[in-house]
């Protein structure tokens, strides 16, 4: 069993900078898939970057919309997991939530409860 914890939103101004971070307790170490996902009012929870351990397609990844600004990164003991956002802007703004998968074998998805990031104009 995994619990995840972010920290780190808050409201910052456009092009400001946040950095936020999601802290694994419990046994993290068959985690393979490290991810940052958002959902801002009225829309779907989308993918916003990820880090994937291991195997063919190990390696981070991010959405179109945030290449470039973000960069996610990890501990080495897997339970840490974090997302630098620059130069935000104001359709950043939702709700932000950590990720963690165990596998390949039993998969199983942790979520945490979510950090709001409010980016004014």
């Known amino acids: 069993q995994v619990r995840l914890v972010e920290y780190g939103g808050g409201l910052v101004h456009t092009g400001g900078s946040l950095r936020l971070s999601c802290a694994a307790s419990?046994?993290?170490?068959?985690?393979?898939?490290m991810g940052w996902y958002r959902q801002a009012p009225g829309k779907e929870r989308e993918l916003v970057a990820s880090i994937s351990i291991g195997g063919d397609s190990a390696g981070s990844s991010y959405a179109d919309s945030v290449k470039g600004r973000f960069t996610i990164s990890r501990d080495n003991a897997r339970t840490l997991v974090y997302l630098q956002m620059d130069s935000l802007k104001p359709e950043d703004t939702a709700n932000y939530y950590c990720?963690?998968?165990?596998?390949?074998?039993?998969?199983?998805?942790?979520w945490g409860q979510g950090t709001l990031v409010a980016v004014s104009t």
């Open positions: 419990g046994n993290s170490e068959r985690v393979n898939f």
């Open positions: 990720k963690m998968s165990e596998g390949p074998w039993y998969p199983r998805d942790y």
